[in-house]
């Protein structure tokens, strides 16, 4: 899974950049690829999609090579490409590049075409990556490819999974952030509107959500400022809604707290893990929750516990409750009986549908510990 910086803005809410691939030290672009994304239908085999023009920038011949990977997107809209091996395939049966080799001559421009080789299934989204050798390492471009088929459905796909408020620091803008899922076979554009209602009841502002663009099963945070002229203590309530979506589990809403004259309660803490033995020898995860926030929370974990074989399992959890500035102690539950084996706890504390903190690691449990363990939370 490979990260890449992004503008945020174009067709997905992004447009992928230039990057290069080693030491850090300067470089100078040798290629230029135009244009960055192309979006098309391809609802049979023998369509085409381009052309992407290719221009070696520099003085001297140049090396290009091409190859595919599967495209996805972080929370903020920033594109991640996937080369690991299923992805990888994906992208080779779905498209095939008119080149994936070849050397330009000084000031040479060739055009790289895109031929559909098999006819997605809803939709399926990739990315090229076009690769030339430069001083410090490889400089790469990505040109985002967006094939969409049939067999979509015509139901609405996006789900609101959660909406709250933040602010970065006191006297700043609120933050309105909502969360959203796309569970469909393409991709789908996210908009709505969000109200904020006062410790009076009265509506004190609408402000609009999005738009953006959500690829199948990836979540998007849809931000939006809030910059009321006076911003009172009080409890608030945020209400979000998503357009064109219906039904009432498209409407969330959450109170915040506004504890002087422009600045928001914070709920901010730090998480770690540890390995410990019960009275029994059976190894179990201990999380230490410090609440850095200015108020007492009960933390809500989220417990996952992937096996060596990629099975996953969760559970959620309710720690006890932890003063301003304290630290404490919650014994995590196995998902599932404890068998022999390696496996990658992560743990995330969660407030409603936002992420306080992360934490990791990995056990590996020897056959002599391998028994049913519950588990439960404990201070």
């Known amino acids: 899974m490979l990260p890449v910086p992004a503008l945020r803005k174009g067709l997905l809410g992004l447009v992928a950049v230039a990057f290069v691939a080693a030491a850090p030290g300067p470089a100078s672009s040798s290629i230029r690829v135009s244009p960055l994304m192309l979006d098309g239908d391809a609802g049979h085999a023998g369509g085409r999609l381009g052309p992407v023009y290719v221009t070696n920038t520099s003085g001297q011949p140049v090396p290009v090579q091409v190859e595919l990977a599967g495209l996805t997107h972080d929370p903020d809209g920033y594109p991640v490409f996937l080369t690991d091996p299923e992805h990888r395939d994906l992208a080779i049966r779905s498209v095939r590049p008119s080149w994936t080799s070849a050397e330009l001559r000084a000031g040479e421009t060739r055009a790289l075409w895109f031929d559909v080789h098999r006819p997605p299934h809803g939709g399926v989204y990739l990315a090229a990556l076009v690769r030339t050798p430069v001083p410090t390492g490889s400089l790469v471009v990505a040109v985002l490819l967006f094939l969409r088929g049939p067999g979509a459905s015509t139901q609405p796909s996006l789900r609101l999974e959660g909406v709250w408020a933040e602010q970065e620091t006191p006297n700043q803008p609120v933050q309105v952030v909502a969360q959203v899922r796309n569970t469909g076979a393409r991709d789908e554009t996210a908009r709505g509107e969000a109200l904020l209602v006062g410790p009076d009841g009265q509506l004190q502002g609408r402000i609009h959500l999005g738009p953006a663009t959500v690829l199948p099963g990836a979540v998007r945070l849809l931000r939006a400022e809030w910059r009321p002229g006076l911003l009172p203590p009080g409890r608030y309530v945020v209400q979000a809604a998503l357009a064109g979506q219906g039904g009432a589990a498209q409407k969330l809403a959450a109170g915040f707290d506004v504890i002087r004259p422009y600045e928001l309660a914070r709920l901010a803490g730090a998480l770690s893990l540890a390995v410990e033995a019960d009275a029994a020898g059976i190894p179990v995860v201990v999380a230490s ?91």
């Open 289 to 379: 929750v410090h609440n850095r926030s200015s108020r007492p929370v009960a933390p809500v974990l989220e417990i996952s516990v992937t096996a060596k074989d990629g099975e996953k399992r969760s559970t959620t959890v309710r720690g006890p409750t932890v003063e301003p500035g304290a630290v404490d102690r919650v014994q995590l539950p196995w998902p599932a009986p404890l068998s022999a084996g390696e496996y990658q706890v992560d743990v995330e504390w969660l407030d409603g549908a936002r992420r306080v903190a992360q934490a990791a690691l990995s056990l590996a449990v020897a056959p002599s510990l391998a028994r049913g363990s519950e588990g439960r939370a404990t201070p």
